[in-house]
Nanobody
Framework: VQLQASGGGLVQAGGSLTLSCAASGSISDLDTMSWYRQTPGNSRELVASMTADYPPYIDLSLKGRFTISRDRAKNGVSLQMSSLRPGDTGTYYC?????????WGQGTQVTVSS
């Protein structure tokens, strides 16, 4: 399984960005796909995840601003982020849990200026 994250960039506070994760290899909707992030000075944390037949999970502190959805064209997931804050600045990683193994994308940088 290979994951390719894209869509990061520099945005002003209050703006929006959509991150995209393209997946290739032996992965299906039954597998869990997630977004994690690592903000400066903090450890990597779960942002959102999706598994077929279950409601999407969004970290409680991000609900209302972040949305995760399947990107069928890329066999992956997207993360729609709105009302961005400087505290959202960090590196965002795509993750897949497939047949008992975790796979990671390379990370995409999101920088929110005040």
């Amino acid at each position: 399984v290979q994951l390719q994250a894209s869509g990061g960039g520099l945005v002003q506070a209050g703006g929006s960005l959509t991150l995209s994760c393209a997946a290739s290899g032996s992965i299906s909707d039954l597998d869990t796909m997630s977004w994690y992030r690592q903000t400066p000075g903090n450890s990597r944390e779960l942002v959102a995840s999706m598994t077929a037949d279950y409601p999407p999970y969004i970290d409680l502190s991000l609900k209302g601003r972040f949305t995760i959805s399947r990107d069928r064209a890329k066999n992956g997931v997207s993360l729609q982020m709105s009302s961005l804050r400087p505290g959202d600045t960090g590196t965002y990683y795509c993750n897949a849990f497939v047949q008992g193994k975790y796979y990671w994308g390379q990370g995409t940088q999101v920088t929110v200026s005040s």
